[in-house]
């Protein structure tokens, strides 16, 4: 790159009075703990945590952010059309769960993201490729539409583990002091150890296919008027699956729950080739 192209790139972050530190040459913004210390990475962010992004746009982290307190969040998101690439990195609180059974302080005020003000919330959030642990609350929460979390792993949070108004896929919650995740749609992800029900499927009609839930002190799985096809359920503290019908079962291995599927109400449930075992 030449020196008149540096020079250029120099005077438009000083121009947008935004620290050129920030971002990449493709133009996404990179948070990492001392850019969050200093603030600015949108309009109206303050020093220190949270970290407020009101701006549409790309962001990445390209280092850990570490929150101390448990009722501080770590990353509110306040602007639309937002995707956030973890990268890779973590973002940590101080709350220490312990497993076997899993046990966890009670829950606080702060998150690790968060995109849940007024409802709905902020519309079409991405939230990509990291790991949430040990925050006060949620590990992620967002109640705006269009909402997406791929490739996350939230353990060890005092409240929930992930709860979005849309999409789970390839991630996971592990050892959450609440339910694991809450979705409307829930794919190829796993809920593990958690306090309560390992995955929760929306009642405005979800899916839930290709899960593990296992080991969790509640419901493996609860279905609100799902289609729940090919998950593995094994050894929750209570029922496989507890369905609101008319909801559709099938194909799923339940094993060695209290009890395999339950319904909450009168109406018919569809329910085929589930492999089921006390």
């Not at 709860?163 to 896929?169: D, L, P, Q, S």
Request: include cysteine; hydrophobic fraction near 40%.
């Amino acid at each position: 790159m030449s020196h008149y192209t540096w020079k250029r790139i120099a005077w438009s972050c000083v121009l947008a009075v935004t620290p050129c530190s920030l971002f990449a040459v493709d133009g996404v913004v990179l948070i990492d703990q001392s850019h969050a210390l200093a603030g600015n990475i949108t309009p109206g962010d303050t020093p220190g945590f949270p970290v407020t992004i009101s701006q549409p746009g790309s962001y990445k982290l390209s280092g850990n952010l570490t929150v101390a307190d448990a009722d501080t969040t770590a990353i509110l998101i306040t602007g639309e059309f937002v995707t956030l690439d973890l990268n890779g990195f973590s973002i940590s609180g101080p709350v220490v769960c312990t497993q076997f059974p899993t046990t966890c302080p009670a829950a606080g005020k702060g998150s690790g993201i968060q995109a849940n003000m007024g409802f709905p919330g902020p519309r079409a959030i991405r939230i990509l490729n990291g790991t949430v642990h040990g925050m006060g609350n949620f590990g992620i929460v967002m109640s705006g539409d269009s909402t997406f979390v791929e490739g996350v792993s939230a353990d060890g949070n005092a409240g929930g583990g992930i709860e979005v108004a849309g999409t789970v896929v390839r991630s996971g919650a592990s050892g959450n002091g609440a339910f694991g995740i809450l979705a409307v749609t829930v794919l190829n992800s796993n809920a593990t150890e958690n306090v309560g029900d390992g995955i929760i499927l929306d009642a405005s009609g979800g899916v839930g296919m290709d899960n593990v839930a296992s080991f969790n002190g509640g419901r493996g799985i609860l279905a609100q008027n799902a289609t729940v096809t090919g998950n593995a359920i094994v050894r929750n503290n209570g029922a496989g699956i507890s369905a609101i019908c008319p909801s559709s079962i099938s194909n799923n291995m339940i094993a060695s729950n209290p009890t395999s599927i339950t319904f909450t109400n009168s109406e018919p449930c569809s329910l085929l080739n589930n492999a089921t075992r006390p």
